[in-house]
Structures are given as C-alpha cells and as structure tokens.
C-alpha cells in the first residue's frame, strides 16, 4: 500500500505508477536520503517531537540500510516511486513505528530539495578537483614551452606570433573561471530547504537551524515555498557545466586542427587516439571529437530545465521530477569527460619546428613592421599602410619581410635602418610583447606564477 494511500480508494493504475516512479533514476540519491533523514530524526528528538529512543532506533535502522545498499543487497521498488519512499517503506519494515514517525514535520517536497542540494554540492567539489588536475596538466605543459614560438590566430588565419605556453595558458584562464563559478554555486547552493514542508513550513516547533548546520549548510532557506520550488541551483550548476564543457570542446576543436597533416602541431598519443576499419594510415583524434560532441547533450540539459521551470506557478509541481535526469546526465558527462581529455593533452608529442616553421609564414610581424616605423615617427595609419603594401609586394614577390633587402625597403620608407631585421625576428616580436597579459617571456611567467598560485590555494581549500 502507498504511503499516501489514505484519501484514495483505488490503486494506482500501473502504467500511471510506472510514469509516476522516479526510482530508476533517483535512486543515486540514496546517501543523501539516508544522512538528511538521520539529521532530521535527531532534530526531532531534540526538540521534544519524538522521543529519543525512537531516534536512536531510526538513526540505526538507516545505517543498516545505508549499508544494505552499498552491499547491493537491496532491490529497490517501482511501487514505491521514489528513492524516499523506498528507504522509509525499509525503514518501517525493519525497526517498526518508530519508522512511521520519521516523516515527522516534514514533506517528500523539502526531503527531495534537501537530496538534490546535497548530491550537487559534492559534484561541485568533484568537479572543482577534476578541473584542478587539468589546471596541473597545463601549467606544467606551459612551463615546458615557453620559447615555443608558433602563430596566433584570428578567423583562423596566422595573425601575430605567439607561444604555445601563452596559448595553454589562455585556457588555463578559462578553467581558472570555471572553478570560481563552481565555487559560487555552492556558496548559493549551500542553503537548507529541509523544514520547509511541503510549503507551508510546519506547526511542530522544529530547529531548522539544527539540521542545517548538522548536514554542513550555511543556514536555513528563508522562505519555505522557496524552500521547495527553487532549482536555480541546479539551472546554475547546469550553465556552469555547460561553459566547462564549451571550453573544453574549443580546446578539442583546435587539437583536432592541431593533429592533422595540415597543421601538424601535435601529435596524440596512441593510447588516446583511434585508427580506421579501412584506412590504415589513419590515426584519429576520437577522444577530442567526443568531447566536443558531449558538450551538446550537456547543453541540451540545460535548456531542458530552463523549459521545465520557466511556467511553474509556486510553489512544488511534478514537472519538477523531469529535474534530476538531466542534471545527472550532465554531471556524469564532464565528470567523463574531463579526465580522459586531462590525460589526453598530458601526452600528446608537440612539434616545435612545425609550429615555428608555421609562424615564418603568413606576414605574422606585419604588425611589427607597423611599430617599428611609427617608432620612428611615422604615424601609425601611414606606417600601416607601408606594412600593408610589403605584404602585397612580398606575396608577388614569393618573398617574406624579413628576407627583403634594405634597398627594397627603402623603397616603401626611407625610415628603414639595418636594425629593421632585429625588430622583425619572431623570438623579437613575441618578446617585445611585454604588455601585461602578453607572451614575452616575463608575462608569460607571472601568468604561469599567477595559475600556479591559485591551484595551491584551491588545492589547499580541498582539505579545509
């Protein structure tokens, strides 16, 4: 029989109980079911609303049961719904009354917001780990190459020179983003809806401040239809996730690029890549093109909760049980995701020559050649200009700039010395790059003594 079965005189319909039954994904709930009800019994028996005897039995009881599950000896119940229902239908089972007595002052509606909160604020922490790996991983693929010059992009055409430490580190500052918002979730996050009831609160003189603090929130959620209705924390971690898995997919993007015959930059290791049925020259990037592949359903999920929540009325619906596959489906993604591609990038082979031989071509120090003239005092619209027609000249020519003769130089402005040719060397354009956030070599450093930084405090904030 339901444990809510007393208003009504007829059983549920079994296609309605098999629509209605979160169990077959909820049931990952069950630790979180177990430690917030375990909280709740002794705020009960602390407050005088159930006795202590029958708290101590509850307590017990849950932890046979906690134990059960994670032995695999219980089989959960579709005729039971939910993962709440399981546990306190086992509870009842086993200890008798005082399993009836547990759901005391409190509603499937602040137990399930209650699981939910604490679930995703240890997948915040998980993820923040799996994201710190990765920051190692570049941080120490950054220090490795520093003085690897190859070319910046725009549009996806060579821009300016720059090196591959300064491109890893662009990405280290994004994952750096990444597991500040993580961390700004959680601290929204970390608000305790238990108590709230199904709305109302209730008429027991319960200690919301009690099981808040016992199961490691900051406080109470103020208002109880709140309490029971908010999943902005979830819509948070999901747009978090989602900008988690777009970095990484960009990151994908170019080492797929990167990888091919006609970059050349890197190649994979031969654990992380996959070859063909029919081609056997083949090595392909599979892990990267997963990844950027996953991003989508991850994207998918988010948009999914949005659609669910965007015309709910206050304050619990059963739409809000469409919540948590999508959610789960995105944790396990990233958490899929990111240490099959931390381990990937930690292996790949860099091809320094290639990456050089890349930056000589393509006019990278354009640019340069602009400056050097407007040093020289030619404004900087006119020394673009000449730069502008060099590069034509060059193209015609099947020449570079800096393999053009002083004499053609002059040709195009008298300001050109002997001294020309150092300024427009790649080692001279990347490290007169001394703007901060630059690639020289001294920003190139504080960016790497910034990063590596932040990992040990963040790393340290773990053990806390």
Same mark, same amino acid.
């Given at each position: 029989m339901k444990l809510w079965a007393g208003r009504f005189q007829k059983e549920t319909d079994k296609t309605v109980?098999?629509?209605?039954?979160?169990?077959?994904?909820?049931?990952?709930?069950?630790?979180?079911?177990?430690?917030?009800?375990?909280?709740?019994?002794?705020?009960?028996?602390?407050?005088?609303?159930?006795?202590?005897?029958?708290?101590?039995?509850?307590?017990?009881?849950?932890?046979?049961?906690?134990?059960?599950?994670?032995?695999?000896?219980?089989?959960?119940?579709?005729?039971?719904?939910?993962?709440?229902?399981?546990?306190?239908?086992?509870l009842t089972q086993r200890i008798g009354d005082a399993g009836k007595r547990l759901h005391t002052a409190r509603?499937?509606?602040?137990?399930?917001?209650?699981?939910?909160?604490?679930?995703?604020?240890?997948?915040?922490?998980?993820?923040?780990?799996?994201l710190l790996t990765l920051e190692e991983t570049l941080i120490k693929l950054a220090g490795q190459y520093q003085n690897t010059v190859m070319p910046g992009y725009t549009h996806l055409q060579r821009a300016q020179p720059i090196t591959f430490a300064q491109h890893l580190l662009a990405y280290g500052s994004m994952f750096r983003r990444d597991i500040t918002r993580l961390e700004d979730c959680r601290a929204r996050m970390n608000e305790c809806p238990l108590g709230s009831g199904a709305l109302a609160g209730t008429t027991y003189p319960i200690d919301r401040f009690q099981t808040a603090k016992a199961l490691g929130f900051d406080a109470p959620v103020m208002n109880s239809l709140d309490g029971v209705s908010d999943r902005d924390y979830a819509v948070e971690l999901l747009s978090d996730l989602s900008l988690i898995m777009m970095h990484l997919s960009r990151f994908c993007e170019e080492i797929i690029l990167w990888c091919s015959w006609e970059f050349k930059f890197i190649e994979l290791d031969d654990a992380y890549a996959t070859g063909s049925s029919?081609?056997?020259?083949?090595?392909?990037?599979?892990?990267?093109? &997963?990844?950027?592949?996953?991003?989508?359903? !991850?994207? =998918?999920? *988010?948009?999914?909760?949005? /659609?669910?929540?965007?015309?709910?009325?206050?304050?619990?619906?059963?739409?809000?049980?469409?919540?948590?596959?999508?959610?789960?489906?995105?944790?396990?993604?990233?958490?899929?995701?990111?240490p099959v591609f931390t381990a990937m990038l930690?292996?790949?082979?860099?091809?320094?020559?290639?990456?050089?031989?890349?930056?000589?071509?393509?006019?990278?120090?354009?640019?340069?050649?602009?400056?050097?003239?407007?040093?020289?005092? &030619?404004?900087?619209?006119?020394?673009?200009? !000449?730069? =502008?027609? *060099?590069?034509?000249?060059? /193209?015609?020519?099947?020449?570079?700039?800096?393999?053009?003769?002083?004499?053609?130089?002059?040709?195009?402005?008298?300001?050109?010395?002997?001294?020309?040719y150092a300024a427009l060397s790649l080692d001279t354009c990347v490290r007169q790059r001394k703007s901060f956030g630059g690639p020289s070599p001294e920003q190139t450093a504080m960016q790497l003594d910034a990063l590596k930084a932040f990992v040990q405090q963040h790393r340290q904030s773990e053990t806390e």
């Amino acid at each position: 029989m339901k444990l809510w079965a007393g208003r009504f005189q007829k059983e549920t319909d079994k296609t309605v109980n098999d629509f209605n039954s979160s169990i077959g994904f909820d049931a990952r709930l069950y630790k979180e079911d177990i430690t917030g009800s375990m909280a709740h019994a002794n705020m009960l028996a602390s407050c005088g609303i159930i006795s202590q005897d029958d708290a101590q039995a509850i307590c017990a009881g849950l932890q046979e049961i906690l134990l059960d599950i994670e032995a695999g000896k219980i089989a959960f119940s579709a005729e039971n719904e939910d993962i709440h229902m399981n546990v306190e239908t086992l509870l009842t089972q086993r200890i008798g009354d005082a399993g009836k007595r547990l759901h005391t002052a409190r509603s499937r509606n602040d137990q399930v917001a209650l699981d939910f909160r604490m679930y995703l604020r240890g997948k915040t922490g998980t993820i923040k780990a799996m994201l710190l790996t990765l920051e190692e991983t570049l941080i120490k693929l950054a220090g490795q190459y520093q003085n690897t010059v190859m070319p910046g992009y725009t549009h996806l055409q060579r821009a300016q020179p720059i090196t591959f430490a300064q491109h890893l580190l662009a990405y280290g500052s994004m994952f750096r983003r990444d597991i500040t918002r993580l961390e700004d979730c959680r601290a929204r996050m970390n608000e305790c809806p238990l108590g709230s009831g199904a709305l109302a609160g209730t008429t027991y003189p319960i200690d919301r401040f009690q099981t808040a603090k016992a199961l490691g929130f900051d406080a109470p959620v103020m208002n109880s239809l709140d309490g029971v209705s908010d999943r902005d924390y979830a819509v948070e971690l999901l747009s978090d996730l989602s900008l988690i898995m777009m970095h990484l997919s960009r990151f994908c993007e170019e080492i797929i690029l990167w990888c091919s015959w006609e970059f050349k930059f890197i190649e994979l290791d031969d654990a992380y890549a996959t070859g063909s049925s029919i081609m056997p020259q083949k090595k392909n990037p599979d892990v990267a093109e &997963l990844v950027r592949g996953k991003t989508g359903r !991850v994207y =998918g999920s *988010l948009m999914g909760l949005l /659609t669910v929540m965007k015309s709910l009325p206050l304050a619990y619906n059963k739409d809000m049980q469409e919540d948590k596959e999508g959610v789960f489906d995105a944790v396990d993604t990233v958490e899929q995701c990111l240490p099959v591609f931390t381990a990937m990038l930690a292996t790949v082979r860099v091809r320094e020559d290639n990456m050089r031989a890349a930056a000589s071509r393509g006019f990278l120090n354009a640019t340069d050649c602009a400056d050097y003239l407007t040093k020289k005092g &030619l404004p900087f619209r006119d020394a673009y200009k !000449v730069s =502008g027609k *060099l590069v034509y000249y060059c /193209t015609e020519h099947d020449k570079t700039l800096e393999t053009l003769g002083i004499e053609e130089l002059r040709q195009f402005s008298p300001l050109f010395g002997e001294d020309v040719y150092a300024a427009l060397s790649l080692d001279t354009c990347v490290r007169q790059r001394k703007s901060f956030g630059g690639p020289s070599p001294e920003q190139t450093a504080m960016q790497l003594d910034a990063l590596k930084a932040f990992v040990q405090q963040h790393r340290q904030s773990e053990t806390e």
